[in-house]
């Protein structure tokens, strides 16, 4: 894809994004993107089949970054106890800064129907796989005591994905600074982290 071509397209998951927030996915009009987005309504379907396609992509391409942001910070980490923290610091960080896209993903997404839950599913595998690779290294190397690692990721992700739920549906937003550190400590108990 051409640069203008590729800022259009982002310009138009951004409007995206806004939009299935502001007015929720079923009720939002393609117009409406295109209006945020600055574009004509046909120029839409120069880039998305249909409304449903912009939702897929608009999940696939964010939570792509989303994972690649994380991929990039684990790197640096020495320990599980460090690289857990920082998907919790991370995760939190990412939604914070896109309360929009932190809307769509734990409340539009959830109430759409199976085929585009389907659609979605392989960036949510990637982040699972990312979790579970953690878990499993921790257990090998002695860092943590987990029976079995499906669980302690459902428990993991679960924890991060009710705290996210709780936060976007609050009537007062409120900072997520503070709450990776609550987090963290009922991860170091729940997977007896040693320091």
């Known amino acids: 894809m051409s640069k203008p071509r590729e800022e259009k397209y982002q310009a138009i998951l951004d409007a995206a994004t806004e939009a299935f927030a502001e007015y929720g996915y079923f009720t939002c009009q393609v117009s ?4 945020l987005a600055g574009v004509a309504d046909g120029t839409i379907y120069l880039y998305f089949k249909n ?5 897929v992509s608009l999940f696939s391409d964010r939570m792509g970054n989303f994972i690649q942001e994380i991929r990039q910070s684990i790197v640096k980490c020495q320990t599980t106890q460090e690289r857990l923290f920082c998907i919790i ?13 932190a809307i769509v993903t734990q409340i539009e997404i959830r109430q759409s129907d199976p085929k585009i839950r389907e659609a979605i599913s392989g960036p949510l595998r990637e982040y699972f796989h990312l979790i579970e690779q953690v878990l499993t290294e921790g257990v090998e190397k002695k860092e943590i ?3 079995d690692v499906k669980v302690g990721r459902q ?7 009710a705290a996210i739920s709780d936060w ?3 009537k007062k937003p409120r900072p997520l600074e503070g709450i990776e550190g609550l987090v963290f400590e009922l991860m170091r ?3 007896k982290i040693k320091q």
Do not use: P, Q, W
């Open 32 to 35: 409406k993107i295109a209006k």
């Open 51 to 55: 409304k449903e396609d912009i939702l």
């Open 89 to 101: 610091r991370t995760h939190f960080k990412y939604m914070e800064e896109n309360r929009s896209l």
């Open 145 to 147: 005591v987990l029976a």
């Open 155 to 161: 428990m993991f992700f679960g924890t991060l994905d």
């Open 168 to 170: 976007v549906s609050s």
């Open 189 to 191: 108990g729940a997977f």
